[in-house]
């Protein structure tokens, strides 16, 4: 059973930094993509970094402030997130996911808090 564990949140003041990571652990497969979204109270989730085969896609909202990367060899995805808004504030979640022939399997963590006060 594979599980994804966020770790790295917190609370910063406008214009900090934090960076986030997420760890698979148990089966693990070669992972298509990974990927962090988030959640602000209120509001639906939504995607902040992809990264798949060697590309990687950002919110617009993100853009030129957030960082994410991976570490292939322990299927480990960071983001680092500069420039932190009090609009950043949301539960970010990692996923992953595996493409098979029956469609994609899709696995998620139980998340992390960012706060960013101003």
């Known amino acids: 059973q594979v599980q994804l564990v966020e770790s790295g949140g917190g609370s910063v003041q406008a214009g900090g930094s934090l960076e986030l990571s997420c760890a698979a652990s148990g089966s693990i497969f070669r992972f298509n993509a990974m990927g962090w979204y988030r959640q602000a109270p209120g509001k639906q989730r939504e995607l902040v970094a992809i990264?798949?085969?060697?590309?990687?896609n950002y919110a617009d909202s993100v853009k030129g402030r957030f960082t994410i990367s991976r570490d292939n060899a322990d299927n480990t995805v960071y983001l680092q997130m500069n420039s932190l808004k009090p609009e950043d504030t949301a539960i970010y979640y990692c996923?992953?996911?595996?493409?098979?022939?029956?469609?994609?399997?899709?696995?998620w963590g139980r998340g992390t808090q960012v706060t960013v006060s101003s």
């Open positions: 990264t798949s085969g060697g590309s990687t």
């Open positions: 996923n992953a996911v595996v493409f098979r022939p029956s469609g994609p399997s899709l696995y």
